[in-house]
């Protein structure tokens, strides 16, 4: 009973505009996988089960996390999304891990893009995305496969590496390829 009490009294505005500031945290980093028009769609976050640690910023979401906005389709095992305090020099970040986690989002062409890999990582400050363990990024019929591909945003670089034995596998399409330069 006493916890039933409790749970009805009202915040006190300090844990209340720490709710408002993580669900703005949540919203603002699915959106750095957006595009253009996926940017302005809500934000829906499915799981089975969801832990919030006020303290220290974190959101973790466990066991069949969907994640959509717009043409994006996130899934995971687990997504934990961090922000740090604003003084402390560091950005945020979100992090998803699968078996594997996979995405697929529709560019503003038309055109999707699907990838996949064991561990996606996201620093919305660098605009830097790392996915490792078997990852994966796919367009149409073209696609690279490795150990690790990061991808920085900014600069519009991609970058894949192959672990011990494995090399880089791309495979590109020719026509699909001379697609994109026609519509330029």
């Known amino acids: ?4 009490k409790q749970m009805m009294k009202p915040m006190n505005p300090k844990m209340n505009n720490r709710i408002m500031l993580l669900t703005a945290l949540i919203m603002t980093s699915v959106s750095a996988f957006a595009l253009k028009d996926d940017t302005n769609q809500p934000i ?10 006020m303290e220290n910023s974190v959101v973790t979401f466990t066991d069949n996390v969907v994640i959509t906005q717009g043409s994006i389709l996130i899934k995971a095992n687990k997504v934990t999304i961090t922000r740090p305090p604003e003084n402390s020099g560091k950005k945020e970040t979100v992090e998803a891990f699968g078996s594997p986690v996979s995405f697929h989002q529709l560019l503003d062409d038309g055109k999707p893009v699907d990838g996949k890999a064991n561990k996606v990582h996201y620093d919305l400050g660098a605009e830097f995305l790392t996915l490792t363990g078997n990852a994966e990024l796919k367009q149409l019929d073209s696609q690279i496969n490795g150990e690790r591909i990061t991808y920085d945003v900014k600069k519009q670089q991609l970058k894949a590496n192959g672990s011990n034995g494995t090399r880089v596998k791309t495979i590109l399409i020719p026509t699909q390829l001379n697609d994109n330069k026609t519509k330029k």
């Open 1 to 4: 009973m006493k916890l039933v």
């Open 44 to 53: 829906s976050i499915t799981s089975d089960n969801q832990s919030l640690d």
